[in-house]
C-alpha cells in the first residue's frame, strides 16, 4: 500500500462525492518534464484501485520518463487535489473529476523525473529551514481565431490595448467565461484585463502555497484553452508571437513564511526588506543566468527578452523598475513579495518554483548580499553605467542559457541527474534544429541583395 490508513477517510470522501455527482470517468492529470499536460481517463470501476496507488502506465511513452526497458509506472493521487468542477459553460456532462497525480517508479519509490516531485523536494528542504513558499503567477495568454476546420491561424481576435473596454476588446465575454469557470474551480481572482498587445489578456489569481500554485497554473492553462476554443478562439502561451508588441509573461510573486508570518518584511529596514529577504533576491541574482533555460525554455522565449516591452534583460532589482529581473512590488507588511520577472508561460511550473526557491535558500544559506538596487530606467544606461552596478546581461538565447545551466551544480542538484540530462539534452536538440532551419527572414533579407 502506498498510502497509510489515515488517508482512507479522504478516498471515502472523494468516492462519496463522485457517486453524487454521478460522473463515469475521473481524470488522472500529471506533467512531464517540459511541462505538458498529461492525463489518465478511468471509469469508476478502476477508483478503488486508482486511489490506492495502483494503476501502471507506459512511462516510455512520455517525454523524459523512463526508458523502453524500465516503462511501469504508476500514478499515485495526491488525494487533497480532488475536484468536480465544470470545465466549460454549463452543467451536466460538461462538469468532471480530476485530481493531480505524482508519478512512482516500478519499485513503487517517487520517481526523481517527476516536476511535482522536484518541487516536493525543495518545498521540503525550505520546510527543514522552517520556510513556507508561496507563489503568485500572472498569467497572460493571446487569443487567435479558428480556421473552418477548426484550426488556430495567426488572425489575432482584437486591436485592444492595455485595459480597453469592450466593444474593442473582443476578448471580454471568454474572459468572463474563463474567469467563472475558474471560481468554480476554486480559484480566488484577482484581476482581469486586457492586456498591452492586441489580443493578448492577463488573469491574477490569489497567492497560494506552491505546490498548489503550480497545480492551479496547470489547470488555469487548461481552463483558457477549453474556454476559448467554446467561444470559437484559440488562446497560445507563446511568449512572443508579434514582433514590435508586448509579449507574454509568467511574473512569479513569491514570499517565504514561518508560523504563518511573512518574513520578507522588516518594519525597521529603510524599505522594509528583511534581511533574509535581501539574501533571497542575492541567490536569485546569483543563479539568474543558471535556472534561466527552466525560466525561459523556447527558442521564442528570448524573443521577449529584448528591450523597450516591459521585459528584464540585465540582472539586477529594483522596487519600480519594470526593466529589472527582480522587481519588489510597493506593499508591505503580509504584502511584501519578491516578482522574479523573467519567466514565461511556456516554463514548467513545478520546476520553475523549484529552481527559484533553491536559488533563494542557497542565498540565505551563504548570506549572498544582492548588489545595490537600480532604480534607472535599464534601457537608457549606458554599459559604463551598469558596470558601476555590477550589472550582467540575461542569456540572449536558449543556447547561452544552456550553457549557463550546464555550468550550475545547484540548477543540476534540484533537477537530480534524470531530469537534468534529459531537459537539457532535449532543449540543445530544439536549438540545433533551430540553426540548421532556414528562415523567411533570410530570404527576404538576403535573397535579391546577394
Known amino acids: ?36 499536460s498529461k492525463n489518465m481517463a478511468i471509469t469508476t470501476d478502476e477508483l478503488d484501485k486508482a486511489l490506492d496507488g495502483e494503476l501502471m502506465f507506459d512511462g516510455s511513452s512520455i517525454d523524459g520518463f523512463g526508458r523502453i526497458e524500465e516503462s511501469d509506472m504508476y500514478l499515485v493521487p495526491d488525494l487533497n487535489t480532488f475536484e468536480s468542477v465544470p470545465w466549460r459553460p454549463g452543467n451536466g456532462s460538461e462538469e468532471i473529476s480530476n485530481i493531480f497525480c505524482n508519478v512512482y517508479g516500478r519499485d513503487r519509490k517517487p520517481f526523481r523525473g517527476c516536476p511535482r516531485q522536484i518541487l516536493k523536494l525543495a518545498l521540503a528542504e525550505a520546510e527543514e529551514m522552517g520556510f513556507n513558499l508561496s507563489v503568485g503567477p500572472e498569467g497572460e495568454f493571446f487569443l487567435f481565431h479558428l480556421d473552418e476546420n477548426g484550426d488556430p491561424t495567426f488572425d489575432i481576435h482584437d486591436e485592444a490595448g492595455y485595459f480597453d473596454l469592450s466593444p474593442v476588446d473582443k476578448g471580454e465575454s471568454a474572459r468572463r467565461d474563463i474567469i467563472l469557470t475558474m471560481k468554480k474551480y476554486g480559484f480566488s481572482i484577482e484581476a482581469s484585463h486586457h492586456e498591452v498587445a492586441p489580443g493578448q489578456h492577463e488573469i491574477d489569481f490569489k497567492y497560494e502555497e506552491a505546490l498548489t500554485a503550480a497545480d492551479k497554473w496547470m489547470s488555469f492553462k487548461q481552463i483558457v484553452k477549453n474556454i476559448a476554443h467554446h467561444h470559437g478562439l484559440y488562446a497560445s502561451f507563446i511568449p512572443k508571437p508579434f514582433t514590435g508588441e508586448n509579449a507574454n509573461a509568467m511574473h512569479c510573486n513569491q514570499s517565504l513564511s514561518r508560523d504563518g508570518k511573512n518574513i520578507f518584511y522588516d518594519a525597521n529596514d529603510t524599505i522594509g526588506l528583511s534581511k533574509t529577504a535581501r539574501y533571497y533576491i542575492g541567490g536569485l541574482i546569483e543563479h539568474a543566468k543558471g535556472i534561466a533555460a527552466i525560466c525561459n525554455p523556447t527558442i521564442n522565449s528570448y524573443k521577449r527578452l529584448v528591450p523597450g516591452y516591459e521585459a528584464p534583460t540585465n540582472i539586477t532589482w529594483s522596487r519600480s523598475n519594470r526593466s529589472a529581473f527582480i522587481r519588489i512590488p510597493d506593499s508591505r507588511g503580509e504584502g511584501t513579495r519578491v516578482e522574479l520577472r523573467t519567466p514565461d508561460p511556456t516554463a514548467n511550473p513545478y520546476l520553475v518554483f523549484a529552481v527559484m526557491l533553491r536559488a533563494g535558500l542557497d542565498g540565505i544559506k551563504n ?31 536558449l543556447f547561452e542559457a544552456l550553457e549557463y545551466m550546464k555550468q550550475d551544480e545547484l540548477v543540476k542538484d534540484t533537477l537530480g541527474q534524470h531530469a537534468f540530462n534529459v531537459f537539457y539534452n532535449t532543449k540543445l536538440k530544439e536549438w540545433q534544429f533551430y540553426q540548421k532551419e532556414v528562415h523567411k527572414w533570410e530570404i527576404k533579407q538576403y535573397l535579391k541583395r546577394y
Open 367 to 397: 548570506k549572498i548580499e544582492p548588489p545595490s538596487e537600480c532604480s534607472e530606467n535599464l534601457y537608457n544606461m549606458t554599459e559604463k553605467d551598469k558596470n558601476s552596478f555590477s550589472i550582467e546581461k540575461y542569456p540572449r538565447d
Open 1 to 36: 500500500m502506498l498510502f497509510d490508513d489515515s488517508e482512507s477517510h479522504k478516498k471515502n470522501a472523494i468516492k462519496e462525492k463522485i457517486k453524487k455527482s454521478g460522473h463515469e470517468f475521473i481524470r488522472l492529470q500529471f506533467t512531464d518534464i517540459f511541462g505538458m
